[in-house]
């Protein structure tokens, strides 16, 4: 069902290029996405076999499970700590004294990263109901059950360059990739990168946003105005309408600053404890929108756009049409 190709990347560990045939051989088809899937393929480290991507598919989920999938970068931490707050009341004692990674677990964690433990098992065995799990596999790798159970998915997207700029300083600190933000980005748009290619996965969900089961939203929509993300995604988890008290606080919470500041709000410190880490590393780095504006070189950026716009063309968009002005 799986097809695996090997590919020659300049990040320090090797890359493989994962499609799913789908058990007649043309695709997915329980992806409420009807499109030709042979061009849909996905980087991922090489880790992540055959057998890897099986068991992801034998992954069984429940009825009230939740999962919050990204393209690494988009966000996902900012969505785990507001998705978890809203399925668990409002919990703010064990959102204090948590990490959102321990509150919600990343599915395909124990391929990407060799320093945690199985990752799947972690999801097996989580108590939390609903749980809340977390994923950067596109919608084609994605357990089929959550197509064929219609299980809430929260797709966050981020635009492109900030994505880049972001990823790069995150797989630089971590040691897995080794050479400049320039190299980084031939590497990303020549889908060389980790669960890449980019703009497939953004796509595919966006062109599922409709579906009952998919609550599509941006980094960027959470930025400009926090409070109405929070409004329609309550509604969609089926949570109480907060008062206005709650919705100032929740806001507060989660809001950059607060999260950097605090230790279970902030990565940083826990993965420190597991991966040598630079000391200048930061989980948090600068949590805008634009970020790409003073880091990337004009080079990059027309790299970039110019993706993007090959991309986008064929589906009649442009990136203003799902990220606003950036
Ligand atoms: S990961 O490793 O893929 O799960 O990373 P992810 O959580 O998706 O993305 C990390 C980026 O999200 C920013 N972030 C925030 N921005 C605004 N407000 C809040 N509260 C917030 N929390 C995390 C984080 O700073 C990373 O973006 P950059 O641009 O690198 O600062």
Not at 41 to 59: G, K, M, Q, S
Not at 268 to 287: A, E
Request: net charge negative; hydrophobic share 35%.
């Amino acid at each position: 069902m799986y097809t695996s190709r090997p590919i020659d990347s300049s990040a320090s560990s090797p890359r493989i290029q994962l499609q799913c045939k789908g058990p007649n051989g043309s695709g997915p088809e329980w992806v409420p996405l009807k499109q030709d899937w042979s061009e849909r393929w996905c980087t991922l480290p090489d880790r992540f076999t055959e057998d890897y991507a099986i068991r992801i598919h034998d992954f069984e989920t429940r009825d009230s499970d939740v999962f919050v999938v990204t393209f690494m970068k988009a966000g996902t931490t900012w969505m785990q700590e507001l998705a978890w707050l809203l399925l668990n009341k409002m919990d703010y004692e064990t959102a204090k004294s948590s990490y959102a990674m321990h509150r919600s677990v990343f599915l395909e964690e124990s391929a990407v990263n060799p320093a945690v433990p199985d990752s799947i098992s972690l999801c097996n065995k989580m108590k939390g109901n609903p749980r809340l799990i977390k994923s950067h596999l596109p919608a084609q790798l994605l357990p089929p059950q959550l197509w064929k159970q219609g299980r809430k998915i929260i797709y966050m997207a981020r635009n492109p360059k900030d994505i880049v700029v972001s990823q790069y300083h995150f797989l630089t600190g971590f040691g897995f990739w080794q050479g400049s933000l320039d190299e980084f980005v031939d590497d990303f748009v020549a889908d060389k990168v980790s669960f890449t290619s980019y703009w497939a996965h953004v796509i595919d969900f966006y062109r599922m946003r409709d579906e009952e089961n998919i609550f599509f939203v941006t980094y960027e929509e959470m930025s400009r105005n926090l409070g109405d993300v929070i409004k329609r995604l309550s509604l969609f988890l089926g949570c109480k309408e907060l008062s206005e008290n709650e919705m100032d606080k929740l806001i507060n919470h989660l809001s950059f600053k607060n999260m950097k500041e605090s230790k279970f709000g902030n990565p940083t410190g826990l993965m420190k404890t597991y991966r040598k880490i630079g000391d200048d590393f930061q989980f948090m780095r600068r949590g805008i929108v634009g970020s790409f504006k003073d880091e990337l070189s004009s080079e990059g950026k027309e790299k970039i756009d110019q993706l993007t716009y090959t991309f986008l063309k064929e589906y009649g968009l442009t990136e203003s049409d799902i990220f606003g002005e950036v």
